[in-house]
């Protein structure tokens, strides 16, 4: 019998709206990040792709971003990246607030979101 390869996704923020958790450990068919994407949205919410993607070009949406095992998916093979059993998929929509005034001086919110994460849940 095929085994499945398991995953661990995080959603954060506006995301976690369409998820009964923000953490789910699931055994998944998908084998890269569109996949997973496609089976989120049929076993979850279709709200999800339509906030994540954009529905034109099938590309993430501004300042939504996605990693696996820590690294952003834009400097690996995008929404191609390959996934594999024990892999961390993390969801990060955009994270506004602070300060306007000097905001071209300092890393936006998502950044410091990301940043934050990374700190916690390196391996």
Known sequence: MLKLPRVEVRVYAT???FFPSNTLRISIEAQDVGELIDFL???Y???FRERLLDQETGRLRPYNKILVNGRDIDFLN???TKLRDGDSIVFFPP???GD???SGNRPNQTSKLISSWKMKNTR
Request: charged letters at 40%; aromatic letters at 12%; a positive charge.
């Open 41 to 43: 949205t049929k076993a």
């Open 45 to 47: 919410s279709s709200g």
């Open 95 to 97: 994270a506004g607030g």
């Open 100 to 102: 306007r005034k000097d």
């Open 78 to 80: 995008y929404l191609k």
């Open 15 to 17: 995301f976690r709206e």
